[in-house]
């Protein structure tokens, strides 16, 4: 009999991590199905499977629920898995133990020593590396050598939405001066929660050297550029696993793979410089991209599979229970509008 696995989600972007594992379910013969209690339903393909009650979830039977969400519906059959929604930005909360998950598949050395440390002191979750299955495709196409500089030489400008971290407002008159120039291509994307008025003013200067891009997975646009410019968002380590450089705006996390500037008169020279391709940053950028995800053979998916059959052939159970969470359990449960057996 084929094994079942749910990929749950409660935004869009779930779609964009799971279909990598839903890729891999049936590479091996099993099947998967989705559960939204979010937007993303909607864009699920003719030939995805969508359950959407708990009673079709419970019928379904997985094996393991898997999700890039923080929390999960404790209710639903199998054991519950942890992929993650994205790499750290440097913002103040990256690692969030909620108490629902009995494996966390990390990305990379650096949050996996993060996540072992809290795993020994608490008892009630397994960590395994796997790396992360959004970028499985994405690493598949980028195998072998970086290609050269463009020319003309293509920027992607992208910003996080939170206005304390956000410089996409004060870094707007350079882009819209520097777009008009010719010298350079640029694309432009903001994260799905960006104020609509900021979206509506780089919108307004799309021309034919400047493209305003909605593509729901910003990865599709990474092979399209040459270098990046952003400030504290997420997307900027997965665009670093390019080997390819980036510069920010006052980065809450600022090191040698970045060129990081608090100024926007240093926007042109640092756009510069990223261009230049200098060996030191170069070095150091591949470096990083190592300590947050040194997998670039595109199998993540497989080894996330991998450790949930590992977890459930060792009986899959933790050394201690996972906690009470009456408070977050009714919220979810509310939420979905079950309140039957757990």
Known sequence: ???????????????????????????????????????????????????????????????????????????????????????DAGKPRHIYIRGFFD??????????????????????????????????PFMQEIAGGMPAVRQPPVILYHSTFSPSWSAAETLYEEVKRLSRTGEWKWIVTFHPKMDPATVAKFRALENEHLRFADDDNILELFPQVDMMCSD???????????????????????????????????????????????????EAIVAYADSIHPYRDGRSSERVLDAIDA???????????????????LKIRKRIGYWGPA
């Open 103 to 136: 494996l966390y598949c990390t990305t990379g050395p650096r949050d996996t020593a993060q996540f072992k440390a809290i795993a020994d002191e608490v008892g009630h979750f397994k960590v395994v590396e796997t790396g992360w299955p959004k970028i499985d």
């Open 311 to 329: 977890f459930i052939a060792a009986g899959a159970r933790n050394p201690k229970p996972k906690p009470m969470n009456l408070w977050r359990k």
């Open 232 to 282: 504290t968002s997420s997307a900027l380590n997965e665009f670093l696993l390019t080997h390819k450089p980036v510069v920010t705006f006052k980065n809450r996390r600022p090191g040698p793979q970045l060129i990081d500037i608090d100024d926007p008169a240093q926007f042109e020279p640092a756009i510069r410089r990223a261009l230049s391709r200098p060996p030191e940053l170069m």
């Open 1 to 87: 009999m084929a094994k079942h696995y749910l990929l749950y989600g409660s935004e869009r972007y779930a779609l964009a991590i799971l279909r990598p594992v839903q890729d891999a379910i049936r590479a091996r013969g099993g099947e998967a199905a989705w559960f939204f209690d979010g937007p993303g339903a909607e864009d699920l393909h003719p030939d995805e499977t969508l359950l959407t009650t708990t009673e079709e979830v419970r019928r379904w039977n997985a094996i393991a629920v898997i999700t890039g969400s923080n929390a999960v519906p404790h209710f639903f059959p199998g054991v519950k898995v942890e992929t993650f929604h994205g790499f």
